[in-house]
T-cell receptor, first 113, second 115 residues
Framework: NAGVTQTPKFQVLKTGQSMTLQCAQD?????MYWYRQDPGMGLRLIYY???????DKGEVPNGYNVSRLNKREFSLRLESAAPSQTSVYFC????????????FGPGTRLTVT | DQQVKQNSPSLSVQEGRISILNCDYT??????FLWYKKYPAEGPTFLIS?????DKNEDGRFTVFLNKSAKHLSLHIVPSQPGDSAVYFC??????????????FGQGTRLTINP
């Protein structure tokens, strides 16, 4: 039982390049989330998926797209990376309903030059 | 608009003593509050939570207190141990659609336990 896994762990991009961050969970959770963490700030919600087949914007969605590929997988895509997207990205999941505890992956450290 | 604030970026406590981490929030719509612990190069891990209808929740060495009138919560760790050294995030939850929950995080407090 691996919990929430993320790939890659590290990535360096040039401005304008695109990439997809992958996230998978093996806990049969319904809801999945993408956050970013910047220095001196808490985690901020980018996008979420309440259940398979649905996605919605969080508080900082600009410059990102997401896909809920199936119940296990939720990917985050940067179409044209910008230096402002340099951050650590965390994926999380939860059973939904009355469960408030979100389980987090180990993170992807992204640098855009 | 910082809805959840942790005003102490760092805290240093001697081993065996009590650690108290504080958190303030502004939005009365939050219905649940959580504390997460984070080690370097790892994701946050859930520590303890409290519903907005309660004022205290205890789990072993960890106790969370909620003062709704002051919009303030605190995490007490007693006794503090070296393994407790980490960054602690306070988070407040409000419901989204279809059972999803939005967590709003504070900036974090780096706790260092000195032997």
């Amino acid at each position: 039982n691996a919990g929430v896994t993320q790939t890659p762990k590290f990535q360096v991009l040039k401005t304008g390049q695109s990439m997809t961050l992958q996230c998978a969970q093996d806990m049969n959770h319904n809801s999945m989330y993408w956050y970013r963490q910047d220095p001196g700030m808490g985690l901020r919600l980018i996008y979420y998926s309440a259940s398979e087949g649905t996605t919605d914007k969080g508080e900082v969605p600009n410059g990102y797209n997401v896909s809920r590929l199936n119940k296990r997988e939720f990917s985050l895509r940067l179409e044209s990376a910008a230096p402002s997207q340099t951050s650590v990205y965390f994926c999380a999941s939860t059973t939904g309903g009355w469960s408030y505890e979100q389980y987090f992956g180990p993170g992807t450290r992204l640098t855009v030059t | 608009d910082q809805q959840v604030k942790q005003n102490s970026p760092s805290l240093s406590v001697q081993e065996g003593r009590i650690s108290i981490l504080n958190c303030d929030y502004t939005n009365s719509m939050f219905d649940y509050f959580l504390w997460y612990k984070k080690y370097p190069a790892e994701g946050p891990t859930f520590l303890i939570s409290i519903s907005s209808i309660k004022d205290k929740n205890e789990d072993g060495r960890f106790t969370v207190f909620l003062n709704k009138s002051a919009k303030h919560l605190s995490l007490h760790i007693v006794p503090s141990q070296p393994g407790d050294s980490a960054v602690y995030f306070c988070a407040a939850s409000r419901p989204l659609i279809q059972g999803a929950q939005k967590l709003v995080f504070g900036q974090g407090t780096r706790l260092t336990i000195n032997p």
